[in-house]
């Protein structure tokens, strides 16, 4: 091993940070072998591009009342009798074309999960750190309320925060906050997955010699945490995390579904399916089964593509 | 074994003791229970005497007490919602939860355990391959949209089977059951098929994981060493030993079932627990939520126990290791 010119006693190499591991791993080229991958990560740019540019992509700005009349209503897609060629996949109750709305609604539901993830992720990473690193009482109490909430499904959590919040904040301003209490939801039933590993691995890291090498030239534990045990742990974390943004995007799916997530104002998927629920008996069909197509697709690919990190990056299948 | 059974016995008391000190502080601190029970028009004076009558006015640590007292006897208060008694309540919807609950976890196991086992012994045949993607198709699928197809196939354009409700339901007094009539039985198959669905997904894939893992292992090869038939070698031998992690998933997954029945309610309008809470959560009808809170930890800690217990009475290691402890 040679950093730049200079030939180096293997002990006292750097390690590697995950990016250069990531690079040097041969994930890209299993990726080139691995269709469903190729398909799934495809599927995912197209929605990250539709998220990050809506109103270039949608024909229609969903959350423009001004732009949908009510005399549009209830058009069949194009396919079916009773389609119009100016809504490709039909119309809803309000005659908002079903393209923009899933359009615009895919980006509600993208940005919740990954927020929510997110949020995991920093608490879970977190205390997994400070509980593995400091131990004793610390470790301790870290890990007891993560056994606890462990035996709840993330779910239950999701909904106890969202009434808590409805609770304290009163009905009426509690659309306000509703995409807040969702990320909020998500992020604080999720960290037990990532503090867990990131704790088991900290606590192996922490014995190593370049962790004790680092203590006596005195950096700062805080330092060390970050520089030196974080950049150790990120690979599982990326994992755990694209996983976890698939269950993050069906819960918040979920609970709009069921009238606690995003209110209809400016709907995620999960409240488009909501409102098309109603309209399933009276044979509008596609106002409620095409945004869940749309959902299934987005999850499934996140599920595929998480699927494929894992075993890429886990060296133990191989 | 002993020290060990006392031991889980205090973790659990434990984790009862925190989640009514929650379920508590949510009762009493969240919204104005006054406001709730008597109106915004209310006078002072009503408020005081309702004060009075509800113990709002003594010492927090007392509340908690009383509070504590009142749910080792069944008491959880008055429903701000409902207006009745939340333990009457809960009663009364209990069946249709249990009911829906068992047999969404019948139909999971029955069909998730062999399919995980066939997954794991045919690797790369056909059916496995369809068997594994329909798995991962099943893990993506959110239930409530599922729940919602099958009513647009089944209900909507077919009309074979109800929508919604329990159908017809028979009382027996302590317990009403939709599986004694024709009807009750046909209300039960589309909330039963969605709540299994996403179990069945789950426990092929764990069951077929934890499979592989077993079939490499080295008692396995030394039984096929020597020249054990592959039906004894898969099933008496790799399939024992894939049981015992399998039974506590299932044992897990009967709590987060009962979890997801709260959606598969909602979707169906089915009368049950998991459609009170969501309407408790809804109109924040804090008593309510407490006394779910409550009653759902309990219902998970007891799994745990039964789990850990199973354990026992499974893997005699577990016994050995007990014993030597204590010596």
Not at chain 2, 69 to 97: H, K, M, N
Request: net charge neutral.
């Amino acid at each position: 091993m040679t950093v730049g010119e200079i030939p180096v006693d293997d002990r006292t190499v750097r390690r590697p940070g995950w990016r250069d591991r990531l690079a040097r791993s041969d994930v890209l080229h299993d990726f080139m072998r691995d269709p469903a991958a190729i398909v799934a990560a495809s599927i995912l740019l197209l929605f990250a591009v539709a998220s990050l540019a809506p109103q270039i992509v949608a024909p229609y700005d969903a959350f423009d009342p001004n732009q949908f009349r009510l005399t549009d209503a209830f058009l069949a897609p194009v396919w079916l009798e009773g389609g119009d060629p100016r809504f490709l996949l039909g119309t809803d109750d309000q005659g908002r074309d079903m393209i923009s709305a899933i359009i615009f609604g895919a980006r509600v539901s993208l940005f919740v999960g990954l927020a929510g993830v997110l949020l995991a992720v920093l608490i879970g990473v977190a205390a997994g750190l400070v509980a593995g690193f400091v131990g004793g009482w610390v470790d301790a109490v870290t890990m007891r309320v993560a056994d606890i909430q462990l035996t709840f499904p993330a779910i239950l959590i999701a909904v106890m925060v969202d009434g808590v919040s409805r609770a304290a904040f009163g009905q009426a301003d509690h659309n306000q906050v509703a995409v807040a209490v969702l990320v909020l939801a998500i992020g604080l039933s999720g960290w037990v997955q990532y503090a867990r590993p990131v704790r088991g691995a900290t606590l192996v890291e922490r014995n190593r010699e370049y962790v004790a090498a680092a203590t006596m030239m005195g950096i700062a534990k805080w330092a060390i945490m970050l520089k030196h045990i974080l950049p150790n742990v990120m690979t599982s974390v990326l994992v755990i995390g694209t996983i976890h943004l698939a269950v993050a995007v069906i819960l918040e799916a979920t609970l709009s579904f069921v009238g606690l997530g995003v209110p209809p104002t400016e709907p995620s998927l999960g409240t488009l399916i909501r409102i098309g629920n109603g309209y399933l008996f009276s044979g509008e069909w596609w106002i409620a089964i095409v945004p869940g197509c749309v959902l299934v697709i987005l999850v499934l690919s996140i599920n595929l593509l998480g699927d494929f990190l894992r075993d890429a990056l886990n060296p133990r299948l191989k | 074994m002993l020290s060990f059974l006392a031991r889980r016995l205090g973790q659990a008391v434990i984790v009862m003791l925190v989640v009514t000190a929650v379920a508590f502080v949510m009762f009493r601190f969240l919204g104005d229970p006054l406001v709730a029970i008597l109106g915004i028009e209310s006078t002072e004076a009503q408020r005081e005497i309702v004060r009075a009558e509800l113990g709002l006015d003594r010492p927090v640590a007392i509340q908690f007490l009383n509070y504590l007292g009142g749910v080792l006897q069944g008491d959880f208060g008055i429903s701000y919602r409902l207006g009745r008694a939340v333990e009457t309540v809960l009663v009364e919807r209990l069946p249709a939860t249990v009911e829906l609950a068992v047999s969404g976890m019948l139909i999971a196991i029955v069909v998730g355990i062999p399919a995980g086992v066939y997954a794991a012994l045919n690797r790369g045949r056909v059916l496995s391959r369809i068997l594994l993607s329909a798995s991962l198709f099943g893990i993506s699928m959110p239930s409530f949209f599922m729940g919602l197809i099958l009513i647009w196939v089944f209900a909507v354009t077919l009309g074979w089977l109800p929508s919604f409700g329990r159908g017809q339901v028979v009382d027996l007094g302590w317990w009403t059951t939709g599986l004694l009539s024709a009807g009750g039985l046909k209300a039960l198959v589309m909330p039963a098929l969605t709540l299994a669905a996403f179990q069945i997904a789950m426990i092929m894939r764990l069951v077929r994981a934890e499979m592989l893992e077993v079939v490499r292992t080295d008692y396995i090869r030394f039984a096929r060493a020597r020249g054990l038939s592959h039906r004894a070698v898969h099933y008496r031998h790799a399939l024992r030993n894939t049981l015992i992690p399998v039974v506590t998933i299932i044992g897990l997954q009967l709590g987060s079932i009962i979890a997801f029945a709260v959606i598969t309610e909602s979707v169906f309008q089915w009368p049950g627990l998991g459609l009170l809470f969501l309407q408790s959560v809804a109109t924040a009808d804090v008593s309510m939520m407490s006394a779910y809170l409550i009653l759902i930890a309990a219902l998970f800690v007891g799994i745990n126990l039964v789990v850990d217990l199973l354990y026992l009475v499974i893997d005699p290691r577990l016994r050995g290791r007990s014993e030597l402890e204590r010596a």
